[in-house]
């Protein structure tokens, strides 16, 4: 190793252990502050929806199902109707997915579920509770369903019984009042035509249609229809293709369907690696009671759908271009809109009257920023290392003000960064980024320098030999 990389080194090394230092001081002289910081750094990085006007929006809060899947929460939407929050089913896992998109359960105006399979129902209790904890009200969970939903709701009002006691005498009657725990059913018998549905809710220019599917020999199983000033979508819940679904669906703006790819099922059906005979049968057993992604895309084509999202697929789906397509099949060719497979944080906003369809992922847009700053600041040190080779073999380029004008920029940068953390606690990372582009200034410009000086002796050597062969 040269000297003046050994020099560069040793300046990097010295500048981190000194801000490590001046740290770990902080941290043992203002402990209150630095904990206080770091707790609220986790809450400010929560992403959130973004900005959203007045219409009908949809999130995917889960896009799985019973088969195992890091990536997704069991099946479960969350429906925006102007200032309305609804939530249409409770997959296991779905209220933490919720919250990690940055949406509080305290914002749930009610619950609508489709049928009451586990996957489906799972995180109802969790959802109630946190609804009453997060938010304080003194009115129960509104959960609207098919007949029997009322012995759902009782059975998991009973089963948080004391959980809810226990709150209430701890944290007081004046926010946690015992009448807002829990949920309160909203039961509608539509009988069981294969053509039947019903307007169940209808307020503040919300109206939501509840139908008749077939997941036989589940009964109930319904879908739901939201409208909401010009624009509409609809939720499947578990279904095989069913005339009412296709009925409902026409001309919607949005139908968030439920898929299984049988071809895709037999393959894990013949796997060795099951471990398990009985999950062989299961796996034989499912398809006959589940809609497959092309008769799906089959369904929105004659509804005359304009945009169609799968949710709540089986088997798992991994987030890659081709195992997206090999699950769709020919899907894509029989549909003529446009079609998506849905990830947990899928956002779809629809503004009121109009014709947008506007779509996001909460979740990767949290999880990308980090990753950008990264390959920012790798670039910076590339371009940092090019000038600097710049500099040895370019012997007349002038680079002083180039160092200047970037160490004014990156000491601004800097400078944002540890007011930002300091002054609104927001994301410890942060103060990271802010150390590691200081430790990259000083580098940078210590290994410019370093260049110049290389250069400039380089030069005077060349002069001195100039003036020899001249003498």
């Known amino acids: 190793m040269k000297k003046k990389h050994k020099i560069a080194l040793g300046v990097t090394v010295s500048v981190v252990v000194a801000l490590s230092i001046t740290a770990g001081i902080f941290y043992f002289t203002q402990p209150t502050w630095f904990t206080r910081t770091i707790v609220n750094s986790q809450i400010e990085s929560a992403p959130g929806y973004p900005e959203i006007d007045d219409g009908l929006h949809a999130l995917l809060v889960g896009t799985g199902s019973p088969i195992n899947d890091p990536s997704r929460a069991g099946p479960s939407v969350l429906v925006i109707a102007g200032e309305k929050h609804f939530v249409v089913d409770t997959g296991p896992g779905s209220t933490a997915s919720l919250v990690t998109s940055g949406i509080s359960p305290a914002e749930v105006d009610a619950v609508f579920l ?45 089963a948080y019984y004391l959980d809810s006691i ?37 307020q503040d220019n919300v109206e939501v249609t509840m139908f008749n599917v077939d997941h036989f020999p589940v009964y109930p199983a319904v879908g739901f229809k939201f409208e909401y000033k010009g624009r509409s979508l609809v939720i499947s819940g578990d279904t095989v293709y069913s005339e009412n679904l296709e009925t409902q669906s026409t001309n919607v703006d949005l139908l968030i369907g439920e898929a299984l790819n049988p071809e895709l099922v037999a393959i894990m059906e013949e796997s060795d690696d099951l471990g398990d005979e009985n999950a062989g049968v299961v796996l034989h057993d499912i398809p006959d009671y589940h809609i497959t992604p092309w008769e799906m895309a089959t369904l929105a084509e004659n509804a005359n759908v304009e945009y169609l999202v799968y949710y709540h697929m089986i088997p798992p789906v991994p987030n890659s271009g081709v195992a ?38 909460l979740l990767e847009r949290s999880a990308a920023r980090p990753a950008l700053v990264l390959i920012v600041n790798l670039v910076i040190l ?4 090019g000038a600097g080779r710049l ?24 400078l944002t960064r540890i007011g930002s953390f300091v002054t609104t606690g927001f994301a410890a ?34 002069k001195n030999k100039q003036s020899v062969v001249a003498a």
């Open 114 to 158: 489709t049928h009451y399979h586990s996957d489906h129902i799972g995180d109802l209790g969790e959802l109630m509770l946190q609804r009453w904890a997060l938010g304080g009200s003194n009115e129960s969970l509104p959960v609207y369903g098919p007949v029997n939903v009322t012995s759902i709701v009782d059975g998991f009002n009973d």
């Open 166 to 202: 226990y709150r209430n005498e701890h944290h007081g009657e004046e926010n946690m009042p015992i009448n807002g725990s829990g949920g309160v059913a909203m039961e509608f018998d539509i009988g069981n035509g294969t053509m039947a549905s019903q307007v169940i809710y209808d």
């Open 324 to 361: 997206k397509k090999v699950f769709l099949g020919n899907s894509s060719v029989i549909y003529s809109g446009d079609i998506d497979i849905g990830m947990d944080g899928f956002f779809i906003s629809m503004p009121a009257h109009s014709e947008k369809i506007i779509t996001t992922n």
């Open 382 to 385: 590339g371009l940092m290392f």
């Open 391 to 414: 500099i040895t073999k370019k012997r007349e380029l002038k680079v002083k003000p180039i160092i200047m004008v970037y160490s004014i920029l990156m000491g601004f940068l800097i």
């Open 429 to 462: 990372s942060t103060l990271i980024y802010a150390l590691v582009e200081a430790t990259m200034l000083v580098w940078s410009v210590f290994y410019l320098n370093q260049n110049i000086k290389s250069r400039d002796k380089t030069n005077l050597k060349s």
